[in-house]
């Protein structure tokens, strides 16, 4: 299995070479020669697990490796030590930069492309087998091998017999050693033929109880025989479980792009910082406030509830210092915690003080005010008073009899004129309410406008430059 790390190499790259990264030259360099050494290390595994056949003469990992391959590339004998070099077997394509980078000779390197077909097979196709001289020779003439090879195994295959188990050296010097690798070990039990089917349980206990004291409770312990084939398939399974999960290179590789992408992280904020409705809304409500909107929305409210004495002050052009302020406020809130390489863009990207004060000024001014006395109105108050006065005199000519009507419809007239009036008045009144703040809708949604092309705009697209890295990198 592989983790995609050639798409994220991809997107780190792509974040590196954008026009709005933020990180200086020495800081590219470096992210580039980390991702280049990350891939160099990469190429040499070629994506392949590694298992390594560990363990003392005799033991028989050269067989084993045999049983597990179908194969008899590897010396097994009774000579002692028998195995001198390393042999490597694929499943699958070679692994030949791997093999090579071992220094393991060309003609102990086999792989096999064909005959995957069966089951368990293919699912130990890309893994490379290795076997190895004994750990006492491997640690005195081969620690180079060693030393290259551990950390790209990705599993230990540590084997031992019914005699040397307990083997002090073995414990000691390695599998105490290996702790830190336990995750990636098995621990087999070979010879288990020679070994009576009674004694069995007593012996592969009495080895759990010795990894115990190594520290490694929980390794996986297998009895096999590489006569019989005993284990050879369960061995298989576990190696087929180790070959599905991502190699310890793309692990390592994984961790150390982790590494990069953390160091890149420094100027890049964790935290979303969002330009919100509320901060949009605040803004636009204090530089409309700056353009002394207030003072004319109460004096409209007075003029049209009094239209007689009625005097409306213009509106102002803010104060230079007022939308300084206003300006430095958005900046610091859309800022948050950016770090200061945004910081910086933000107010780069923002208007001068005089043209923002200029711009809310113009769109304030545009707003046009409510008629401080509306049709309607006087024509009712007009008409109320006219009824009135006319039903009065109906009244009056009525009650003294001057004509022949009654005083009533007189009445009628003068109460439907006074009527009229009063709703006049109360329409007034409602008006005096109602337009001067219909007025402060129209002019915030005109500041608001301009709120947004000169500062959210700019600031939008700052984050959304900052949130496209961040996602590049994630
Ligand atoms: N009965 C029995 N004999 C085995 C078993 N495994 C290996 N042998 C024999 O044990 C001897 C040693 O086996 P090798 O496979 O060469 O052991 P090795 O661990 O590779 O040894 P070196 O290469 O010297 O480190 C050979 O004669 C094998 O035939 C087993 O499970 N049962
Ligand atoms: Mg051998």
């Not at 179908?70 to 097994?76: H, I, K, N, R, Y």
């Not at 620690?143 to 017999?161: A, K, Y």
């Not at 999960?245 to 390592?252: I, L």
């Amino acid at each position: 299995m592989q983790l995609d790390l050639d798409g994220r190499i991809a997107r780190i790259e792509q974040a590196l070479a954008a026009d709005a990264r933020p990180w200086d030259t020495e800081e590219i360099d470096r992210a580039h020669s980390e991702i280049l050494a990350i891939q160099n290390r990469r190429q040499i595994a070629g994506g392949h697990v590694v298992a390594a056949l560990i363990g003392g003469t005799g033991s028989g990992k050269s067989s084993l490796f045999n049983a597990l391959t179908g194969t008899d590339l590897a010396d097994a004998g009774a000579l002692r030590p028998t195995t001198e070099a390393a042999t490597a077997f694929t499943w699958g394509e070679p692994a030949s930069t791997l093999t090579t980078y071992l220094a393991i000779e060309p003609e102990r390197v086999t792989s096999r492309t064909t005959e995957l077909e069966r089951a368990h097979e293919k699912a130990l196709d890309g893994l490379v087998l290795l076997d190895l001289p004994d750990h006492d020779s491997v640690k005195d003439a081969h620690s180079g091998l060693v030393d290259r090879l551990l950390p790209l195994v990705d599993v230990l295959v540590w084997v031992v017999d019914p005699q040397k188990y307990a083997d002090h050296i073995l414990h000691s010097r390695y599998l105490a050693k290996m702790r830190r690798r336990a995750d990636a070990m098995v621990v087999v039990m070979n010879h288990i033929d020679r070994v009576p089917e009674a004694r069995r349980d007593t012996l592969l206990a009495d080895l759990a109880g010795v990894l115990e004291l190594d520290g490694l409770a929980g390794v996986p312990v297998i009895a096999t025989s590489a006569a019989t084939g005993e284990g050879i398939e369960e061995l298989r399974r576990l190696l087929a479980i180790a070959n599905a999960e991502p190699s310890m290179v793309e692990r390592t590789a994984s961790a150390e792009l982790d590494a990069v992408v953390a160091t890149l992280h420094n100027k890049l904020s964790e935290t979303d910082s969002a330009v919100t409705p509320e901060l949009v809304d605040d803004t636009s409500r204090e530089l409309v406030t700056a353009c002394g909107v207030d003072a004319v929305i109460d004096a409209l409210e007075h003029a049209i509830a009094h239209p007689r004495d009625a005097s409306v002050p213009p509106s102002q052009s803010p104060s230079y210092a007022t939308v300084a302020a206003v300006g430095s406020t958005w900046a610091m809130r859309a800022q948050a915690d950016l770090p200061e390489v945004w910081a910086d863009r933000i107010d780069a990207a923002m208007p001068g003080v005089q043209e923002l004060a200029d711009d809310v000024h113009e769109a304030v001014a545009a707003v046009p005010r409510p008629p401080l006395r509306d049709t309607a109105t006087r024509v009712a108050t007009l008409v109320g008073f006219i009824l009135a006065t006319l039903g009065v005199v109906f009244l009056v000519l009525a009650l003294m009899n001057l004509i022949s009507a009654s005083w009533l419809i007189g009445l009628g007239i003068a109460a439907g004129g006074l009527l009229l009036v009063g709703f006049a008045s109360m329409r007034r009144t409602s008006r005096a309410k109602q337009a001067p703040r219909d007025y402060y809708d129209s002019v915030l949604e005109a500041v608001g406008t301009v709120v947004k092309t000169k500062l959210v705009e700019p600031t939008v697209a700052v984050l959304a430059d900052h949130e496209e890295l961040r996602s590049q990198l994630r």
